[in-house]
């Protein structure tokens, strides 16, 4: 389900980073969004996707 050339898209990282926030586990985030376990946890500890959160949170 990840986008071209296997990067996620905006929507599966805002997705993620909500999830993350509601205390999903990184192995259930990967599930739901369609990607593996460590790049959500790449990616909820790095704060390289900060842009992806969406408004108000």
Known sequence: MQGRHGHLSRE???L???LHA???RLVDIAKEIGCSAPMVGVMARSGRHL?????GW
């Open 12 to 14: 599966q990282k805002q």
């Open 16 to 18: 993620a980073l909500r």
């Open 22 to 24: 509601r205390g999903w």
């Open 51 to 55: 842009d992806a959160k969406p408004l």
